[in-house]
């Protein structure tokens, strides 16, 4: 099976690559257009800022062939926020698979929640085969200033500050706010699981 991690202007290719050598994967790491093409499935990782990696991705005229692309795709973070339609970060219009705006977290109501919001958290509502073999309230690891509401695309949800979208699907693209590739035993069912989509 070929698997490409996406790269970008972006951080985190590393420890995706290292959870998916775990589980015996070796990816090819690229933006080259009929590398990814023909790719068996795609992980598009991110840690950044959506502008700069939404420029990056025009550069490449990457925006133009993502939201083409027939296999099983999974974004992961900003990767999940550029599959939006709109980022209020730099008030960015990104790749538009799913028809949703990413919002900046406020807590002006509770300054105890701070943002970004960093650590644990857990899932509910799971609905789909991205999360087969977890049980609902399992725990991921999440880093994230900007999230998703709820919406009909969403397959599980999170509660900080406002409850959002912890993941997204629509066809073949999958995505999650939170990092699986940082989320443990629970992070790397929820990687098998889409190596096996």
Known sequence: MKVAILQYNAGNV??????LERLGVSPIVTYDQQTLISADKIIFP???????AMQFLKEKQLDKLIPTLKQPFLGICLGMQLMCKFSEEGKTTCLGIFE???????????????VPHIGW??????????????SENCEVYFVHSYYVPLNSYTIA???YL???????HKKNFFATQFHPE???????????????L
Not at 46 to 52: I, L, Q
Not at 100 to 114: G, W, Y
Not at 121 to 134: A, H, R, Y
Not at 162 to 168: D, E, G, R, T
């Open 14 to 19: 590393q420890s995706v690559r290292f959870a």
């Open 46 to 52: 991110g840690v950044g800022e959506a502008s700069t």
């Open 100 to 114: 949703e705006t990413v919002r900046l977290f406020d807590n002006s109501q509770n300054l105890a929640c701070k």
């Open 121 to 134: 958290n857990n899932l509910q509502k799971l609905k789909s085969p991205l999360f087969k073999g977890l």
């Open 157 to 159: 949800q999170t509660d």
């Open 162 to 168: 406002v409850p959002f979208s912890a993941a997204l």
């Open 182 to 196: 940082k989320s443990a035993t629970v992070g790397e069912k929820i990687l098998q699981n889409f190596l096996e």
